[in-house]
């Protein structure tokens, strides 16, 4: 497709399952970045990808996060333990990077709403 | 420390009645400016941004903002607004390689 897919669009878990979302950035965009919405909240930055670079992982609430990209396209959020407090839309975003890092548009999938229950 | 505030969690407009959305920020230097769209079950799309330059900025969908220093603000403004205009609006800010901050966004209901 022509935009960020992610899946699954809902997902409802228990508390202290694993959970991986999924996110397909738009082909050839080299940056790609994943957020938190929680309600009434404004987008909370989790993790950013670009190209080969080390991920800028300073956004990952707790050692349960992780993120990874493979062949430089398709990136896995991984939540380890589910506590309820991870409830949230979970948002992906992709851009070419041009100039700094924030000056590119940044375009995003709909988002994953995740439950813990 | 950096921030951005949108003041309004909720503004109510009347169809065809002018609108304008508020967004303060802290920043040290001039930073990037951003306003997003979040449309019912759609991904944020951007409107416009404002980096150097002119400080009255065009966007799409008949939007438009201004950047003024001396108030540290962005506000988002449209002369006459449309029912497809009901959405999530969010502001962000950021400045050289530092993440994106954004704001809590402000939910705009159009009234028939």
Redesign the interface.
């Known amino acids: 497709g022509a935009?960020?897919s992610q899946s699954p669009s809902n997902k409802v878990t228990e508390k202290g399952k694993d959970v991986e979302l999924r996110c397909d950035p738009i082909s050839g965009h080299t940056a790609l970045y994943w957020?938190r919405q929680s309600l009434?909240?404004?987008?909370?930055?989790l993790i950013?990808f670009q190209g080969n670079s080390a991920p800028?992982k300073?956004?990952l609430p707790s050692d349960r996060f992780s993120a990874e990209r493979t062949g430089g396209s398709v990136s896995t959020l991984t939540i380890q333990r589910t506590q309820q407090e991870d409830s949230a839309v979970y948002?992906c975003?992709s851009s070419i990077l041009a100039g700094?890092?924030?000056?590119g548009?940044?375009?995003?999938?709909?988002?994953s709403r995740l439950t813990v229950l | 420390a950096q921030s951005v505030t949108q003041p309004d969690i909720h503004i109510t407009v009347s169809e065809g009645a002018s609108l304008e959305l508020r967004c303060n920020y802290s920043y040290g230097a001039t930073p990037y400016l951003f306003w997003y769209v979040q449309s019912p079950g759609q991904g944020l799309q951007l409107l416009l941004k404002y980096f150097s330059g002119d400080t009255l900025v065009q966007g799409i969908k008949g939007f438009e903002a201004e950047f003024k220093r001396s108030q540290s603000s962005f506000n988002l403004r449209k002369p006459s607004v449309h029912w497809s205009d009901a959405a999530e609006y969010f502001c962000a800010v950021g400045a050289g390689e530092q993440e994106l901050n954004w704001g809590a966004g402000t939910k705009l209901i159009i009234k028939p």
């Open positions: 935009g960020v957020y009434g909240q404004g987008l909370e930055f950013y800028d300073s956004g948002l975003a700094a890092r924030v000056t548009e940044l375009f995003f999938g709909e988002g």
